[in-house]
């Protein structure tokens, strides 16, 4: 198992309220991404960051933000959340090429 | 914008069969990877193999890549009901820095 940890594991909010979802790994990793991905779909890039202070959108245009104060932590935000937000968000980090997931978080905006 | 494509989008098999996918994509690459995802859960590397090598092994697995046809198989030879998941192929995208995972196939293996 990869130690890579993502929190919460599942959360149901209200339309229009600011969330922040969780990752962080203690392995030392640069390279760190944030997905998304819908039930049986494929998975779509969001977020990436090459290292601290390093953040980078991906190809699916996202309303959220990412930040990389800290090499282990890598939070997403979403500012005011909508239905459309309601998806699994799954992190991810690398040293080299092989990338190491978390659990994943399952949102529900109502 | 999506590289790796899955073939098919479903598979079901028997118990002891042999459970073959292919991945097609559409640009040069330097590595070709194959993820496996349980339910719900996130995803686990299984195997990669670079675009100057043509065939791996690891385990059950056995993958194979044609740069010619931009293409790739992952073979699990005598399923388990345990391999019941979806495989995803994933390429290195356009700066080397980040993949491009496909929409999978799902594989269930019946006991």
């Known amino acids: 198992e990869a130690d890579i940890y993502q929190t919460p594991r599942y959360l149901v909010i209200g339309t229009g309220k600011k969330i922040t979802l969780e990752c962080s790994q203690t392995?030392?990793?640069?390279?760190m991404y944030w997905y998304q991905q819908d039930p049986g779909m494929e998975l779509h890039l969001i977020h990436y960051s090459y290292g601290v202070n390093s953040t980078e959108k991906g190809d699916l245009s996202s309303e959220s933000t990412v930040s990389r104060i800290r090499t282990e932590h890598f939070p997403l935000t979403l500012e005011s959340a909508r239905p459309s937000h309601t998806s699994q968000y799954l992190c991810?980090?690398?040293?080299?090429?092989?990338?190491?997931f978390g659990p994943g978080t399952r949102l529900t905006v109502t | 914008s999506q590289q790796g494509e899955e073939d098919p989008q479903a598979l079901s098999i028997q118990e002891g069969e042999n459970a073959t996918m292919n991945c097609s994509y559409k640009t040069s690459i330097n590595n070709l990877q194959w993820y496996r995802q349980n339910s719900g859960r996130g995803l686990v590397h299984l195997i990669l193999i670079r675009s100057n090598e043509r065939e791996k092994h690891s385990g059950r697995l056995r993958v194979t890549l044609d740069t010619s046809k931009k293409s790739s198989s992952l073979l699990i030879t005598a399923s388990r009901a345990a391999d019941t998941a979806s495989y995803f192929c994933a390429t290195d995208g356009e700066n080397n820095n980040d993949m491009r995972f496909g929409a999978g196939t799902r594989l269930t293996v019946k006991p």
């Open positions: 991810a980090s690398s040293e080299l090429v092989e990338q190491y």
């Open positions: 392995m030392g990793h640069d390279k």
